[in-house]
């Protein structure tokens, strides 16, 4: 079996290898509640709010001792720029670029159910340098980092359970889809398009603007 290193890799970008693996890292996801204050019970009800997204905390080091440590040196920062490059703001997408991490024969460091390895985002990075050469250049560092997944809308939608008519949900315009094909998609009925259109106020039921969200109402008025 060969080495893997932990690569991490830019989207729509070229990915790099980290000279060190993490000893461990943490994965963590959380849940969102509310309390429902009811008068004469006990307790709150406690009402299921939204997920949160997973979060991956490592340390990663780097060091240049390997190419001597009497200068001319190596700077290690040119090392763990790198990562710091990963939270730059891009001029295409105005924001940081969305992240795959991969280790291993699995690949797969977040924990989610969601099928494949998530996109994910750096969130922060924090350095410490502890060496130095004679002339004062950083060898050696270790870096705190913390990566967020990052699900579109449409991988979230596609997802998460949400299939049945007698629930209420939410969907997604695609680009020249109809109204009767997601009735059709949401209710196996292509002439079920009324009750979305009435939910939804929609003056024009033929004018659909693709990213806009419709709410698909319940064809079941009580729902168990």
Known sequence: MSFKRLTITPENGTGFEVKYNPEKYTAARSVQFAEIAIPGLDAPVVQFVRGQSEK??????????????VDPVTDVRTLTSQVYNLMAVRS???????LMLNWGEGGKLFNSTRTG????VLESASEELTLFSPGGVPLRAKMNVSFR??????????QTPRQSSDRTKVVQVKKNQTLSEIAWQQYTDPTMWRP?????????????????MLTIPSLNPNPS
């Open 56 to 69: 991956i905390n490592l340390e990663l080091f780097f060091d240049t001792t390997d190419q001597g440590m």
């Open 92 to 98: 295409d997408t105005h924001a940081p670029p969305r």
């Open 117 to 120: 390895e998530p996109w994910c």
């Open 149 to 158: 997944d990052a699900w579109t809308i449409d991988q979230q939608l596609a």
């Open 196 to 212: 979305i259109a009435d939910t939804n106020h929609l003056a024009n039921p033929r004018l659909l603007t693709p990213g806009m």
